[in-house]
């Protein structure tokens, strides 16, 4: 079965980290572009942080920049999403897909080869 399985959200602190996992069960990471995405209550879901199937190119959301960082390992066919000095802001369902041939940025921003969605996992950043 073709599963993209997210892990690792909780309750953190303001200015608390979280590491979130993507893991692929079904079918190997390696060819995709793997990229983040959350949705706070009530608004739309934005791409935060994408990453090519290589791993030599990611690209940031700003509102992320600086904090969080997007990383692959494509033997254990994970790709993490290190979260640091998160705010009340970053509160949110996040959720991994994987997409095609199209620039990561333009996956993170426009949802561009978005193929295949995960569940989601939910991080609440509240003291």
């Known amino acids: 079965q073709v599963q993209l399985v997210e892990s690792g959200g909780g309750l953190a602190q303001p200015g608390g980290s979280l590491r979130l996992s993507c893991a692929a069960s079904?079918?190997?990471?390696?060819?995709?572009?793997v990229g983040w995405f959350r949705q706070a209550p009530g608004k739309e879901r934005e791409g935060v942080s994408c990453?090519?199937?290589?791993?030599?190119?990611?690209y940031h959301a700003d509102s992320v920049k600086g904090r969080f960082i997007v990383s692959r390992d494509n033997a254990k066919n994970t790709v993490n999403l290190q979260m640091n000095s998160l705010k009340p802001e970053d509160t949110a369902v996040y959720y991994c897909?994987?997409?095609?041939?199209?620039?990561?940025?333009?996956?993170?921003?426009w949802g561009a080869g978005v193929a295949y969605w995960g569940k989601g996992t939910l991080v609440t950043v509240s003291s």
């Open positions: 079904g079918f190997t990471l390696d060819p995709y572009s």
């Open positions: 897909a994987i997409g095609g041939a199209h620039p990561v940025q333009d996956m993170c921003l």
């Open positions: 990453i090519s199937a290589t791993g030599d190119t990611t």
